[in-house]
């Protein structure tokens, strides 16, 4: 099912929703495999660059916005809404943040390694260099439907 029947489907269930925007989007790494952690429950977190948000323009995540989760055939898994965006220094990031990622071992170490494989080509490919310094945005989530 693609996003906007996706919508209709979740906004006739749940008509409280039906006048809110959404934006509809897959995770940039493993995207089948981190939309299951989303809709098993172990995954309510998510990080990006905030220098990646630069350089595509884009506006950072908002508190209350509501996104619906694609696969990497674009058809649509869950509804998530967003409950808190804050930015941090990789290097500060700490195992909270680690576990509510749910990926992995859910560790602080695997998730600086898989974080650190990530995040060193998505800034290379923009044309900038990533280091431990680099601010990332992390935006907390429910999931609302799946």
């Known amino acids: 099912m693609n996003a906007e029947q996706y ?81 941090v220094a990789f290097k500060d990031v700490d195992e909270t943040i680690a576990y509510k990622e749910g990926e992995g071992d859910r560790t602080l170490a695997y998730w600086r390694q898989a974080h650190l494989e990530f995040f060193i080509p998505e800034y290379d490919t923009a044309g900038l260099i990533f280091n431990e310094e680099e601010i990332i945005v992390i935006e907390e989530f429910k999931k609302i439907y799946s």
């Open 7 to 87: 919508w209709n489907e979740f906004t006739e269930k749940y008509p409280d929703y039906k006048e809110m925007k959404y934006t509809a989007w897959a995770f940039g790494a493993e995207p089948d495999e981190l939309a299951e952690l989303v809709v098993s429950g172990r995954k309510t977190l998510t990080c990006s660059g905030l220098k990646l948000y630069e350089a595509d323009a884009e506006p950072l995540p908002e508190m209350g916005e509501v996104s619906i989760v694609l696969n990497t055939s674009e058809e649509a898994v869950c509804v998530i809404e967003t409950t808190k965006v804050y930015t």
